[in-house]
């Protein structure tokens, strides 16, 4: 394939490739910033209803005063006082403060829920979901994070049962934040993350169509810059092409004389005068030789048809031979110098 | 008809002189490209036979310089046979173009050729009266019987009816019958006219008294 030993064509593919790498980086980057742009405005919301959540928690409805009595208000907890155990008192009571139940629900394009347990000695219970909660993610989210959470309680190390010790993890369409509370509940939140999905899917067509673009139109510059570097070349060829058929007299035409391509056409073309030179040298020495061979010919024939074409007395004819015999030495005097 | 050959060889120079003669032209001959020059302006020849390669000036230049004053009928004597040099010749004005080594019947011809162009006639053949002449056989019938004229004769008829209703003088009949080495004595013309009348009838040839000769 002589196409593909092309230095234009090896340059033209090796150029495609750079930009290629070059494009993919900027929209491999372009669409991480993105993405962790959607999924960082995504975890404030999750982490914000959570801390609502801990806070509801935390403060029972005051109408329920009377059935929080496990329940201390947190100024009056001593700090030292290692939590009580789970199964030593029920379930608390836990009711979403009205202001903030717009935080959930069907009505946002993210369907917020949410689900609180707590760990007991028979297993995880539940103290609240809210109504979109749905069960599909339970029972591996629900499992997954109650191992995490568990494990953190069975280590018995309380002081690492922070708030704020939050895990995110995404599962199919789904976000969920998890956190576990100082008196060991668990809130999750979740929320469906199509939009966002949807946005990103957009967002890398819309640069893949862009970075194609600037990718076509890189090309045909670079197919355009290759192919005027290598004009040079081309008119080289030419010429050479030309001379070899054997028009002497053709030069390259160096415009730019300080370029490489110019040195080298400026050397080619002191290569091609001193041929043409050394050429017609050797034209002229032939014609010379031959016309120096030939008048001595043309001696001899003139005299000999000059002397035949009538009778003539001796001395003529003795005329024409010494003519004849001068020719003949001129002749070989020349044939000398040519050999 | 008188005849210039401008030639450095002089073997070449003197049996190419002498063959011309031998056809009745009266022939200059040059040794070298100065000799030519000066003789090719000074004297009206019927033809110029010209080597290119001479010492002194060349062929080249002797017709570039002939060519401002004189259109005299050129034949180029050349041993280069390149096309180049051939179509240089004949845009530099020469008529024909000869390469050497030649055959003298071949310069004969395209002398003649040369000659007749320049004279505008398009053929050999020239038809006066009773009197037919042919240029190329060099011969002359009166009343379709051959007449036996000498060479000298033959070439004052030929120039005379090449001439056909001019008048002309003396001295350009001295001028292209006899070469630069004959005496031009007054009465050999004359005697060689009388000739010419006693064979072809007296009308032939009239006689403008004070002007020259004319064939009618």
């Known amino acids: ?339 | 008809m008188r005849i210039l050959i401008v030639e450095d060889e002089p073997d070449l120079l003197a049996s190419l002189a002498q063959a011309l003669r031998e056809e009745g032209y009266a022939v200059d001959t040059a040794g070298n490209g100065d000799d030519g020059l000066f003789n090719a302006e000074g004297t009206d020849y019927d033809a110029i036979v010209l080597d290119v390669m001479l010492p002194g000036i060349d062929g080249w230049e002797i017709l570039k310089r002939l060519r401002k004053t004189k259109k005299t009928p050129l034949l180029m004597l050349t041993a280069r046979d390149q096309t180049r040099d051939r179509v240089k010749g004949l845009d530099t004005g020469a008529d024909d173009y000869v390469v050497k080594p030649f055959d003298l019947e071949e310069i004969f011809a395209r002398l003649r050729a040369i000659i007749r162009r320049s004279t505008n006639k398009t053929t050999n053949v020239l038809e006066i009266g009773d009197v037919k002449i042919d240029t190329a056989a060099r011969n002359v019938a009166f009343k379709d019987k051959p007449v036996e004229l000498t060479a000298r004769e033959y070439s004052l008829v030929e120039f005379l009816a090449l001439h056909r209703g001019e008048v002309v003088t003396r001295t350009q009949l001295y001028e292209h019958l006899f070469d630069e080495n004959e005496s031009s004595l007054s009465n050999l013309l004359d005697v060689h006219v009388s000739n010419v009348r006693k064979k072809l009838g007296a009308e032939f040839i009239a006689t403008r008294r004070g002007h020259g000769y004319s064939i009618e």
């Open chain 1, 1 to 339: 394939m002589k196409i593909f030993k092309s230095i234009k064509w090896r340059l033209q593919v090796w150029y495609g490739l750079i930009l290629l790498v070059v494009l993919a980086g900027f929209g491999g980057t372009a669409y991480q910033l993105e993405r962790s742009r959607q999924f960082g405005r995504i975890d404030q919301e999750l982490h914000r209803r959570v801390s609502v959540l801990a806070n509801a928690l935390r403060r029972p409805p005051p109408r329920r005063m009377e059935m929080g009595f496990d329940r201390p208000p947190p100024d009056q907890l001593p700090e030292d006082l290692p939590p009580p155990r789970q199964e030593d008192r029920p379930l608390p009571q836990f009711r979403l403060p009205s202001e903030s139940a717009h935080l959930f629900g069907t009505n946002d394009p993210n369907n917020f829920y949410f689900h609180i347990t707590l760990a007991t000695e028979n297993g995880r219970k539940e103290i609240a979901r809210s109504d979109n909660y749905h069960n599909p993610v339970e029972p591996t989210v629900v499992a997954r994070l109650g191992r995490y959470f568990d494990q953190l309680n069975h280590a018995d190390l309380p002081a690492q049962k922070q708030p704020g010790q939050l895990k995110t993890f995404d599962y199919d369409d789904e976000r969920v934040t998890a956190d576990i509370l100082p008196s060991s509940e668990m809130v999750e939140v979740g929320c469906c993350i199509m939009p966002e999905k949807k946005q990103l899917h957009e967002t890398a067509w819309n640069l893949a169509a862009i970075g194609g673009f600037i990718l076509l139109v890189g090309l045909a510059g670079g197919g355009w810059l290759v192919s005027r570097a290598l004009q040079p070349v081309a008119e080289i060829s030419a010429a050479a092409v030309k001379i070899s058929a054997g028009d002497l007299s053709q030069r390259i035409n160096v415009a730019e004389a300080e370029s490489e391509l110019g040195q080298l056409a400026a050397v080619l073309n002191a290569t091609f005068a001193r041929l043409e030179t050394a050429f017609l040298l050797q034209k002229q020495f032939a014609a010379d030789a031959a016309h120096e061979l030939r008048t001595p010919v043309s001696v001899m024939l003139t005299q000999t048809q000059t002397a035949l074409n009538r009778e003539r007395d001796t001395a003529s004819y003795k005329q024409t031979v010494e003519a004849c015999q001068r020719g003949l030495r001129l002749r070989e005097h020349h044939g000398n110098r040519c050999a």
